[in-house]
């Protein structure tokens, strides 16, 4: 099988959370939260990120509205995604993110690893089910690709 390293990312007005996969592209695991400030300076963080991860492609959850339009959250998170993508010369995917934020707090609160004060820590799960989702996906399409070449 081939290896990928794929960031995930929950892009918010004031933070980016952040996830990595296992090589197999398995697992994903919350990394970090990054706080934005500046483009330049969130790009410096990422340029460190992609390099130690050796990311090769960007996973990021697009917030459609409930009725599964792209509205203004959405433009926004595009906007961004699209520059960061340039700027890091990767490629970009997206994935539906719509109530992974909700999930995220859900699953912190079950580990008992909840804080309503720590809001990067939702991001970066959240960032984790974005990424999970896009592996899973990868995954199932890939199999039925295979299974469909066999018949």
Known sequence: MKKISALG?????KR???????????????????????????????KKLVAQREAAI??????????????TQAKQVQKYAQRLAKALELPLEYIDERLTSVEAEEQLKSQKRFSTKDKGAIDKQAA???LQQWLDQRRAFLSSSIYNESL
């Open 58 to 71: 960007l996973v990021v959850g697009l917030p459609y509205s409930m009725n599964g339009m792209i509205e």
């Open 9 to 13: 990312l929950d892009i918010g007005s």
């Open 128 to 130: 984790t089910i974005i």
């Open 16 to 46: 980016v959370g952040v996830a990595g996969c296992d090589g197999i592209g398995l697992i994903a695991t919350g990394l970090t939260t990054i706080v934005r400030t500046s483009f330049a300076s969130d790009v410096e963080q990422f």
